[in-house]
């Protein structure tokens, strides 16, 4: 059961990568699976929870590797620019999660996440994340004016900014993102307390 489960996991991931989100349909999955059709939907609801399923897993990863690689030690701002670098690099090569930029996709992830995880949950970003703000709160690294979770929907936002790189413009985007990034870090360091 578990082995039929892994390999439409793993035809899904296949297929997601290779064709995108859009241009992959169950039949394809289920024939690359060696599955009926009908199994399918044993195991999954619609093609959009298979997704989901494996673009969080995608994300966790690419967010771990983030985690793991920062030196979380150095100054926050150094730290965030860093992360958000990591962040935008792994999801413009990992084709799963380039979706994010698929306005459809990512309105169905939002959504999904929200519905699964809470409105209230950061554990979509860089799960324990909001220990390193509470810690350089405590060390007066950061503004401890602002609650952790505000700091935390501010990074939020700073990362969904990504999704309108277009409106932004493509030729100032990744250079607005860092900017954005700096000023924001400089306004939780060092605004009067």
Do not use: C
């Not at 999954?44 to 966790?60: A, G, Q, R, V, W």
């Not at 100054?75 to 799963?96: A, C, F, H, Q």
């Not at 698929?102 to 169905?108: A, T």
Request: net charge negative.
């Amino acid at each position: 059961m578990v082995d039929i489960k892994a390999r439409i996991k793993e035809s899904g991931k296949k297929l997601f990568s290779d064709k995108g989100y859009k241009d992959t349909n169950v039949a394809e999955i289920t024939k690359i699976a060696g599955v009926a059709t009908g199994t399918f939907y044993n195991y999954y609801p619609s093609k959009d929870k298979l997704f989901i399923e494996i673009y969080l897993e995608e994300n966790t990863k690419l967010k771990k590797s983030i985690m793991d690689s920062v030196h979380l030690e150095g100054d926050p701002i150094t730290v965030m620019k860093e992360m958000m670098l990591l962040n935008y690099r792994g999801m413009n090569s990992n084709p799963i999660l380039k979706e994010w930029y698929n306005r459809e996709v990512f309105h169905k992830i939002e959504r999904n996440f929200r519905e699964e995880k809470g409105l209230d949950s950061v554990d979509f970003l860089y799960g324990s994340f909001i220990e390193i703000v509470k810690k350089w709160q405590n060390e007066r690294k950061m503004r401890n004016d602002i609650d952790a979770e505000m700091i935390m929907a501010i990074f939020t936002a700073l990362i969904n900014i990504d999704t309108h790189k277009e409106e932004i413009g493509l030729q100032y985007f990744p250079q607005v993102l860092e900017y954005l990034t700096k000023f924001i870090m400089e306004g939780l360091i060092f605004s009067d307390q």
